[in-house]
């Protein structure tokens, strides 16, 4: 990190942080509000679920998305998948993604998110067990 030589410099450097830690922070208006919730459990980081997260925060801050809340879970239980990513648009019922990476995070953001288009790396939630 270069040395701050001004105060505007700090000034920039506040705001900026500012901005990345309001999307994890707000939470009043959920209900009304995109949710992308980021699995960062051990699997999760392991298979680069933090730079999935920071993908996501540096993307929604520098294309100024509003109405979108970045947060972050434990286990989902796709351990095969991940990284993953789940998606909760207002008044819909949310959805997984598998396997995302920064190129799958922008695509999310730009066809689903901005677009309303589901894309491929759904991971379905209906299954039967073995028994069944």
Known sequence: MPKIMSLEELKNLRDSVKKQIDLREKG?????????RVAMATCGIAAGARETMNYFAEAISK????????TQSGCMGYCYAEPTVEITMPGEDSIVYGHVDKEKAQEILEKYI???????GLIST???SIEE
């Open 28 to 36: 009043n208006d959920i209900d009304n509000m995109i949710v992308i």
């Open 63 to 70: 294309e100024n998305i509003e109405n979108v809340v970045l």
């Open 114 to 120: 901005k677009g309303g288009e589901t894309i491929d």
């Open 126 to 128: 209906n299954h039967s």
